[in-house]
């Protein structure tokens, strides 16, 4: 009789991916990616769409003259959904044609005009 080894190298595969998958879908915190930026027709605020789902969130906003560089953070992130959040940041002066930062990647944002 020959024994393989085989199904439990399979098994073994199986156990693995489980447990890094569920290590990555568990509810977690840090900086959120930022997708877009909606500004209001008065332009003093932002509305930031963000790369989480029922997260909650909160935000800091940091400006100069040629940039706004936004950060948005986040705690119980459904990292199990596919969907996105968004949160409203106050500007001390209008923007103007300054661009918006994201402080996760340190890239610039799409700008969206409301009307």
């Keep these: 009789m020959r024994l393989t080894t085989r199904p439990v190298?399979?098994?073994?595969?199986?156990?693995?991916l489980a447990i890094f998958v569920g290590v990555g879908?568990?509810?977690?915190?840090?900086?959120?990616?930022?997708?877009?930026?909606?500004?209001s027709p008065n332009d003093l605020?932002?509305?930031?769409?963000?790369?989480?789902?029922?997260?909650d969130l909160s935000g800091t906003v940091d400006e100069d003259d040629e940039a706004v560089t936004i950060e948005v953070s986040f705690a119980n992130d459904d990292l199990s959904s596919d969907c996105?959040?968004?949160?409203?940041?106050?500007?001390?002066?209008?923007l103007g044609d300054?661009?918006?930062i994201d402080q996760y990647d340190f890239q610039p944002?799409?700008?969206?005009r409301g009307r």
């Design 25 to 39: 879908c568990s509810a977690g915190s840090g900086r959120a990616d930022v997708i877009d930026v909606l500004v």
């Design 109 to 112: 944002v799409e700008i969206r």
């Design 98 to 100: 300054r661009i918006v």
């Design 84 to 94: 996105a959040d968004g949160l409203t940041l106050d500007l001390q002066d209008p």
């Design 9 to 16: 190298l399979g098994l073994t595969a199986v156990l693995s």
């Design 45 to 55: 605020q932002l509305f930031a769409t963000v790369d989480t789902c029922g997260a």
